[in-house]
C-alpha cells in the first residue's frame, strides 16, 4: 500500500462539472415561469372549504340519524295496556312474573 494516501484529500473534489452561471440561469426560469403562471389560488381554496363543509354538514346529519338524537314521536303504551296484556296471561306465567319481579334487586332498591 501506498504511504502517501492522505484523508484530508478525499471528497475534496467535484464529481460533476456545471456550465458557466447555469444556477443562476435556473432561478431566472423558475421566476419568469412563476409570473406567467395565474393559479386561480382563491377559487380552488373557496371549492375546498366548500366540499369540506358540505362534507362535515352531512356527516353531522348521518350521526343525528344514525344515533336517533332527532327525537320522533312514538306511541306510549299506557299503563292500562300492561295491565291488560298482564290480565291476558295464564296464573302461572303470572305468579312467575310476580317471583322475578319481587326479586328484582334494582325495581326493590
Known amino acids: 500500500m501506498s504511504k502517501d494516501f492522505d484523508f484530508n484529500n478525499i471528497g ?3 464529481p ?4 458557466e452561471n447555469y444556477l443562476a440561469d435556473i432561478e ?3 421566476m ?3 409570473q ?4 386561480p389560488v382563491k ?8 366540499i369540506i363543509a358540505s362534507t362535515l354538514v352531512a356527516a353531522s346529519i348521518a350521526l343525528l340519524l344514525v ?8 306511541n306510549q303504551t299506557s299503563f292500562d295496556q300492561v295491565e291488560q296484556a298482564f290480565a291476558n296471561l295464564s296464573n302461572a306465567d303470572q305468579d312467575f312474573l310476580m317471583e322475578v ?8 332498591e
Not at 36 to 39: F, G, Y
Not at 43 to 50: I, M, S, V
Request: proline share 5%; no cysteine; charged share 30%.
Open 16 to 19: 460533476y462539472t456545471t456550465p
Open 28 to 30: 431566472k426560469n423558475v
Open 32 to 34: 419568469a415561469q412563476v
Open 36 to 39: 406567467t403562471d395565474e393559479t
Open 101 to 108: 319481579y319481587e326479586d328484582d334487586f334494582f325495581i326493590n
Open 43 to 50: 377559487k380552488a381554496r373557496n371549492r375546498r372549504l366548500f
Open 12 to 14: 475534496k473534489r467535484m
Open 67 to 74: 344515533f336517533k338524537i332527532i327525537p320522533y314521536h312514538q
